[in-house]
């Protein structure tokens, strides 16, 4: 535990002096004060006013932003400390390699989650100060849902980086994931799904297997309970998991699958040739 803790330390320290942490950071920061700035605080959209409405238009921007900055520092983990030589170094040191690999895991976790939250935990604070209504429960649920995408695109992240030789095919694996998952959110599914003939269960089905797809019928379902913009879908939806089910899905899905992913990697990571 003592090395896990320590190589986790290690890599927030590192995280925290590259310049890809301070352009992330810039990123959520101006996010957040550019909504200020347009004022979506005293704005009403189907009844959500204040900060209800400014973070719902936060969560929608953070999913399509999150998971590739995610995936694309991530896979650099352990494929770039293999071509750097800093593993053959590792080898001469008294540390597992269970503590560096997972010490590497709550490192990331903890760096690419904070600025997210606090970005979100600063404009609830400021909405206090300003005597807006802060909605805690919709603040609870969202953080939870960003806490969830993070450890599911972590996890996917670390087994491209175990799988990968280099830092070059790493990187462009995990853009194709992101586009493949991006791609199939709707349009292009929908499609395959007619010529197929497949029953509106099955398609429901294969569609939230695709986690980018979870969080934004999630954020949706805060937004708009009845899901009226996915049509019938929103139907198959509450048969198969019902309103309060399927946000415990959108919760426990992402986040079983980021932990089976990063689990596979170690496993990978373990048994492959380290240098």
């Avoid at 995990?174 to 586009?179: G, K, P, V």
Wanted: proline content about 3%; some cysteine.
């Amino acid at each position: 535990m003592k090395q896990l803790l320590l190589t986790a330390r290690l890599d927030v320290a590192e995280s925290l002096r590259a310049r890809w942490f301070q352009v992330y950071t810039l990123v959520f920061g101006g996010i957040v004060a550019l909504l200020f700035a347009f004022g979506l605080t005293e704005s009403r959209v189907l009844g959500f006013i204040g900060l209800s409405r400014l973070l719902v238009t936060y969560i929608q921007l953070t999913m399509a932003i999150l998971p590739i900055f995610v995936l694309i520092t991530t896979v650099r983990s352990v494929a770039g400390d293999r071509e750097t030589g800093v593993l053959e170094y590792l080898l001469a040191l008294p540390i597992s390699l269970g503590a560096w690999f997972w010490g590497k895991f709550l490192g990331r976790y903890a760096v690419t989650f904070a600025p997210v939250f606090l970005a979100m935990l600063g404009a609830a604070a400021w909405g206090a100060f300003n005597g807006i209504d802060v909605p805690w429960a919709m603040f609870g649920y969202y953080t939870a849902l960003l806490a969830a995408m993070a450890l599911c695109f972590l996890g996917l992240g670390m087994l491209i980086s175990a799988l990968a030789r280099s830092t070059d095919v790493a990187q462009g694996a995990a853009f194709l994931l992101w586009l493949a998952l991006l791609l199939f959110l709707d349009l292009i599914l929908l499609g395959v799904m007619i010529q197929g003939h497949l029953s509106p269960e099955a398609a429901v089905t294969i569609a939230l297997v695709n986690p980018l797809q979870v969080f934004r019928t999630a954020a949706l379902a805060l937004f708009d309970p009845q899901l009226i913009v996915l049509g019938p879908s929103a139907y198959v939806i509450f048969d198969l998991f019902g309103a309060d089910g399927f946000r415990v899905f959108a919760l426990a899905y992402p986040s079983a699958l980021g932990l089976v992913a990063a689990s596979a990697g170690y496993v990978i990571f373990r048994r492959g040739n380290l240098l």
